[in-house]
Nanobody
């Protein structure tokens, strides 16, 4: 199983980025997906998640109204659209896959992880 996250970069505060995570080696439709992030010196934290069908989405309070998670099951890809970015959003962003319909906010609930993509928001 491989999860390949990409789309990170450097952006000014108020800008936007779209992260993608392409999955292979698993039956994509059977897995809920999540995005987590880890800032330097901090623990990895939940950002957003989506059910295996795409019908249910969940967000951390600090990204509600700014980030949108979505998935394209035909392309085995999950996305994270990030708008109105703030310097405190700077982190390495990881995608994860969970063998279940419903996602979870708990890191331990995910079976597979991608390698992470760096997002840097300058003030």
């Amino acid at each position: 199983v491989q999860l390949q996250a990409y789309g990170g970069g450097v952006v000014q505060a108020g800008g936007s980025l779209r992260l993608s995570c392409a999955a292979s080696g698993l039956t994509f439709n059977n897995y809920a997906k999540g995005w987590f992030r880890q800032a330097l010196g901090k623990e990895r934290e939940f950002v957003a998640s989506i059910s295996s069908s795409g019908g249910r989405t969940y967000y951390a309070d600090f990204v509600k109204g700014r980030f949108t998670i979505s998935r394209d099951n035909a392309k085995n890809t999950v996305f994270l659209q990030m708008n109105s970015l703030k310097p405190e959003d700077t982190a390495v962003y990881y995608c994860a896959a969970r063998s279940a319909f419903f996602p979870t906010t708990e890191r331990s609930g995910y079976n597979y992880w991608g390698q992470g993509t760096q997002v840097t928001v300058s003030s």
